[in-house]
């Protein structure tokens, strides 16, 4: 069986609760063989901007470099993308911002445009992990967001398996945590940043949701290798690559 690769995105712009639920996800989902793992946090990056919606991406597209519109040195959405293009499977984590996911988070989902191209991320597995300060925080429409993000990629999205963590799954669509249990732990108080440690809930949905992510691409990647290319609908890799094609042809890629 051939290896398949994991990779782990944190959508916060700190290091903290939202880092160590999409870790406790890649640990998991490196615990079934042949399961390789990466993994980035906004934290780390620059994010320069949003969508510029120019269109060039589609006009010149490339892999190398898929979004045109900001310069590498002072910007990491292509270091992001090219990740989850060479990836299996996907797992985003975010925390809730008014119900739905921080602003360079947005960016990022915005300006992935340029890897729809070809549909570079389609049969992907894609799972979503939120926390977020209160028990009904936002967890749902947040990893929705993700989910629809996924879905117009046309990933195939998985939430955290038939195992249940002991006392709760914590939520269906994906893994939903909060930073402290039983009552939330705020930004002034000790120990904030690794409060989600204390909800036993959510760090067992992570770990489930590692898991499945990983089971289910494991179980996609068979399935398309077991197939010729003349049983299928489309094609294994890119789909519509006549724009790449195009742009080769013109020496723009």
């Not at 712009?13 to 399961?35: C, D, F, M, Q, S």
């Not at 809730?96 to 602003?103: E, I, R």
């Not at 990933?155 to 909060?178: D, E, L, N």
């Not at 204390?198 to 489930?208: E, S, T, V």
Request: with cysteine.
């Amino acid at each position: 069986m051939s290896k398949v690769k994991i990779f782990g995105l944190s959508g916060s712009i700190r290091h903290g609760n939202t880092e160590i639920l999409v870790k406790e996800a890649l640990k998991a989902a490196a615990e079934l063989p042949n399961v390789e793992t990466e993994y980035m946090a906004l934290a780390d990056l620059n994010i320069a901007g949003g969508c510029t919606a120019r269109y060039t991406c589609w006009r010149k597209p490339s892999l190398e470099h898929p979004c045109r519109d900001y310069k590498e040195d002072r910007d990491d959405v292509n270091r992001i993308l090219r990740a989850m293009v060479s990836a299996d499977g996907i797992i985003v984590g975010v925390p809730v911002y008014w119900g739905s996911v921080p602003a360079q988070m947005k960016c990022v989902i915005d300006r992935s445009m340029s890897v729809e191209a070809g549909f570079l991320l389609r049969n992907k597995v894609g799972g979503g992990i939120a926390v977020a300060a209160e028990r009904h925080g936002g967890h749902e429409l947040a990893i929705e967001t993700l989910h629809r993000w996924f879905l117009v990629h046309d990933m195939i999205i998985c939430g955290v398996g038939p195992a249940r963590p002991t006392t709760s799954i914590g939520g269906h669509q994906g893994a939903m945590a909060v930073q402290g249990f039983p009552y939330p732990v705020h930004s002034d108080e000790p120990g904030e940043s690794e409060a989600v440690l204390q909800d036993d809930i959510g760090m067992g949905a992570a770990r489930c949701l590692g898991r499945r992510v990983a089971e289910l691409t494991k179980i996609v990647k068979a399935g398309l290798d077991s197939f010729s290319e003349s049983e299928l609908a489309w094609p294994k890799g890119r789909v519509g690559s006549e724009v790449f094609d195009r742009a080769e042809e013109r020496g723009t890629s």
